[in-house]
């Protein structure tokens, strides 16, 4: 099928995945990041204080994942998405109105959980469940709603600052994200449903055979992938939240930085289809162990330059990786382990994302108030993602041998 044809005959469809993952940047690190500094000096916080605090939010989200991921595989992505949607308002709400920084981290939890849990699980778990044969590039295009909101949402909201109060603003995220419930209940008024697609989707893993959850957790492959996916979600989420802190160590202005943060996700959004387009033709497996090479090359050029225009040139590597991120490991899991079940699994990969991405401002946060400026730690943490690439490498061809041949 052409691609201008798969658009058009799975519009609604497709459409619903982008807005479901534009709208949960409001609980992404990105987005949050943008008010730390008022944050902090609402709530008299140093940096790594902050960090802990936003830490504990989502390590307590990644913990509730993994009971409520599984809720894709019951539910029709209109009706639960519409639900976590006012739920991402009203954390929104809560950020607004808080006066006590014992709340702080309440309210992170509510933000990370609706926005970056659930909101970005449904999207992803629905393309990937609902498109087979075009999965790489259902992947990519819904991933086109993150790159909007990585694009958008920080030049905006920095620029904004300059003219409101960050409650005000936060007031203003609540209301865009209620106008995406009546959106998403119109593009979905035909749902393809979980059970139905489930059943006819014939598309085993490993063995031939559909996994559940329980099974894939036994197998050693998830485990010995832990370190590789953990690198993107921690050191993007560091970049993200320690962005303030950045721009001071570098001698940058905010505005100027958050400027360049488009090229991550234009970046981002050519790597997603041209993985995504891999995909359909060779499988997920050939790429899994080599695309977080641009995060590790991002952050090798930001720990050795000082200008803007290398700033420029890590955010660009490191929206390559994003674009791998997006569309190689969702369909990966379904390609190793079956669709049947694939929401349940893909609930146990979040949760443990979203300890990536709480990892990464608590340790790097720490360090900080221990002297240990950012741009510091990045020669560590680009090596880390070396290593972990290396490993993901030589995990996936020994499991790939367990694959059902092709007829």
Request: aromatic share 12%; hydrophobic share 60%.
């Amino acid at each position: 099928m052409g691609f201008v044809l798969f658009l058009r005959e799975n519009a609604r469809w497709l459409a619903a995945g982008v807005l479901l993952a534009f709208v949960s940047g409001f609980g992404q690190t990105f987005f949050i990041a943008i008010f730390a500094g008022h944050l902090r000096a609402e709530f008299g916080l140093s940096d790594g204080q902050w960090g802990w605090a936003y830490t504990a939010g989502t390590l307590a989200s990644a913990a509730l994942m993994l009971w409520t991921g599984g809720l894709t595989d019951r539910f029709r992505v209109r009706n639960l998405g519409s639900w976590v949607l006012v739920a991402l308002a009203l954390a929104c709400v809560a950020m607004s109105l808080n006066r006590a920084a014992w709340a702080l981290p309440i309210i992170i939890f509510a933000l990370r959980f609706t926005g970056q849990g659930m909101t970005s699980h449904t999207a992803i778990v629905a393309m990937a469940r609902w498109f087979v044969a075009n999965r790489g590039r259902a992947l990519a295009v819904a991933g086109l709603g993150y790159a909007l909101a990585e694009a958008l949402m920080p030049m905006i909201y920095v620029a904004a600052l300059r003219l409101f109060g960050w409650r005000e603003l936060w007031l203003v995220s609540a209301a865009v994200v209620v106008l995406g419930v009546p959106a998403l209940r119109a593009l979905l008024s035909y749902e393809r449903t979980p059970q139905s697609m489930a059943a006819g989707s014939q598309a085993p893993g490993m063995g031939g055979r559909h996994w559940t959850r329980a099974e894939a957790l036994r197998h050693w492959l998830i485990w010995a992938l832990m370190p590789a996916l953990l690198a993107p979600p921690a050191f993007f989420t560091a970049f993200f939240f320690q962005q303030v802190h950045l721009a001071g160590v570098k001698g940058w202005d905010h505005l100027q930085l958050v400027t360049l943060f488009p090229l991550f996700p234009l970046a981002g959004v050519a790597a997603s289809f041209g993985f995504g387009w891999s995909i359909d033709r060779f499988g997920a497996r050939k790429l899994m162990g080599v695309y977080q090479l641009g995060l590790a090359a991002g952050y090798l050029v930001l720990a050795l330059t000082d200008t803007l225009l290398a700033a420029a040139v890590a955010l660009a590597l490191m929206g390559v990786t994003s674009g791998g991120q997006g569309t190689l490991p969702n369909a990966f899991w379904a390609e190793y382990y079956g669709t049947r079940n694939i929401g349940s699994i893909k609930a146990v990969i979040t949760a443990v994302l979203v300890l990536g991405s709480a990892i990464g401002p608590g340790l790097s946060g720490a360090l900080i108030d221990r002297g240990v400026m950012f741009p510091a730690q990045m020669l560590a943490i680009a090596a880390y993602t070396v290593l972990a690439s290396l490993g993901a490498w030589v995990a996936v061809v020994r499991a790939g041998r367990e694959l059902p041949r092709a007829p």
